[in-house]
Every structure is written in C-alpha cells, then in structure tokens.
C-alpha cells in the first residue's frame, strides 16, 4: 500500500495483535486505531472530530502514511484540493483520509488472514 512502510506497516499489525478474528468489521479496526469519527454537532452545524481514544501508535501510523500520500500521491492531492474547495480544512481532510485508510489496511489485513487459513 502507498504510504505504508515497514515501521507503520509493524505499528498497525502490533495493534491487530495475534486474534484479528476479534475485529469484526473495518468500523471496530477503525475504533481500535483512534480514526473513528464521533459526532460534534451544534444547533445547525453538523461536522465530526476524532476520536482520542484507541492505540496512538497506529494513530500515528496511519497520519504519517496519510501525510506521505498527500505529499506524493495525485489522487490523494485531488482529493484535498476537491475537498478544500468545499470548505472542509487540512484537520477534517486529514481525518478522512485516515477512515479511508484504516478501511483499506483493515480489507488487506483480512484478506492476508484468510490466505494464511486456508
């Protein structure tokens, strides 16, 4: 995966540990990682913030690979430059991009396990 090294790649399979039955879904990776978002609404403002809680290391993973792929990557680029222009911010932009990532890491991890399984 872009953006994903050694270092990150080890700090997001620590916080798997070695029962990654126990993640039931891409959400629950998501919660366990800190990138869920929760709800920060106020009167006619709808927005969310993230979590704080969860494993800050894969935290901290997941932002430096987001932060290498909107240095390098085109379509993570576009995405912020699209996303900016509706008005969202760097922080917002870059807390989407950890769900987004958190889902694909959480897709390869369980597809690696079922390779392993079977």
């Known amino acids: 995966m872009f953006g994903l090294g050694p270092d990150t790649a ?3 399979l620590i916080t ?4 990654p039955q126990r993640l039931r879904s891409e959400s629950s990776f998501a919660h366990l990682c800190g990138v869920a978002p929760i ?9 969310h913030r993230l979590h704080r809680g969860g494993d800050r290391r894969a935290n901290q993973a997941l932002h430096t690979a987001v932060v290498v792929r909107l240095r390098y990557s085109d379509s993570a680029r576009s995405y912020a ?14 807390r989407c991009q950890k769900r987004y990532l958190a889902r ?7 597809q690696d396990y079922r390779a392993l399984t079977t």
């Not at 709800?39 to 927005?47: I, L, V």
């Not at 694909?104 to 369980?110: D, G, H, I, N, P």
């Open 10 to 12: 080890a700090a997001l």
């Open 16 to 19: 798997v540990g070695d029962n």
């Open 39 to 47: 709800p920060a609404s106020s009167g006619k403002t709808n927005r």
């Open 81 to 94: 430059e699209r996303r900016t222009s509706e008005g969202k911010s760097m922080p917002e932009i870059i």
């Open 104 to 110: 694909e890491v959480f897709t390869a991890l369980r």
